[in-house]
Antibody
Framework: QEQLVESGGGVVQPGGSLRLSCVASGFTFSAYGMHWVRQTPGKGLEWVAFKRFDGSNEYYADSVEGRFVIFRDNSKNTLYLQMSGLRVEDTAVYYC??????????????WGQGTLVTVSS | EVVLTQSPGTLSLSPGERATLSCRAS???????LAWYQQKPGQAPRLLIYGASSRATGIPDRFSGSGSGTDFTLTISRLEPEDFAVYYC?????????FGQGTKVEIK
């Protein structure tokens, strides 16, 4: 069964740091690009960051560029999001999601259950 | 960055009725790069449609997607009780992925 499981969320003060993890199972993790997507309470979805399957490239939303770093360890089937300089507006449920890309489309085809990050003093 | 605007914000319908959800892009989007997701309370989003019109694995055929350029539509032909949820469109372009703000389909 293909699965993504996030962890690492919690309460942190503004300006603080946190590292999220996403462990993949049931599929060949190293063959897929991976995303982080967040959802603020009661609001919509916002793409945060993407890492290519081989770790060679990453892309970030403007709102987190320079503060967040996405990286992966294919030997551990794990995706990470290192968050620093956290702001109140970073409070959200953070999902990891698998990128699917083929001639038929580019989309997120597998999602984790999410982990909640709360930035508050 | 491409902005996706979904309408209406809320759609109040009864089971058995037809739902038509709109997603309008601020600039042209390749159909290949347009997808739709369903999200129920407390759950992660679930892929419904990719490539603007292809149903994901296991998605019932009452769900269909259409459109091109800047105007895309998700249609649910006959609403089932389990279809009442929030629906998001999403696009990819130039190493940026964006979502619409969502349309809530609620029971009338």
């Amino acid at each position: 069964q293909e699965q993504l499981v996030e962890s690492g969320g919690g309460v942190v003060q503004p300006g603080g740091s946190l590292r999220l993890s996403c462990v993949a199972s049931g599929f060949t993790f190293s063959a897929y690009g991976m995303h982080w997507v967040r959802q603020t309470p009661g609001k919509g979805l916002e793409w945060v960051a993407f890492k290519r399957f081989d770790g060679s490239n990453e892309y970030y939303a403007d709102s987190v560029e320079g503060r967040f770093v996405i990286f992966r360890d294919n030997s551990k089937n794990t995706l990470y999001l290192q968050m620093s300089g956290l702001r109140v507006e970073d409070t959200a449920v953070y999902y990891c999601a698998r990128r699917q890309w083929d001639v038929q489309g580019e989309y997120f085809d597998l999602w984790g259950q999410g982990t909640l990050v709360t930035v508050s003093s | 960055e491409v902005v996706l605007t979904q309408s209406p914000g809320t759609l109040s319908l009864s089971p058995g009725e037809r739902a038509t959800l709109s997603c309008r892009a601020s600039q042209g989007v390749a159909s290949t790069y347009l997808a739709w997701y369903q999200q129920k309370p407390g759950q992660a989003p679930r892929l419904l449609i990719y490539g603007a019109s292809s149903r994901a694995t296991g998605i019932p055929d009452r769900f269909s997607g259409s459109g091109s350029g800047t105007d895309f539509t998700l249609t649910i032909s006959r609403l089932e009780p389990e279809d009442f949820a929030v629906y998001y469109c999403q696009q990819y372009g130039r190493s940026v992925w964006t979502f619409g703000q969502g349309t809530k389909v609620e029971i009338k």
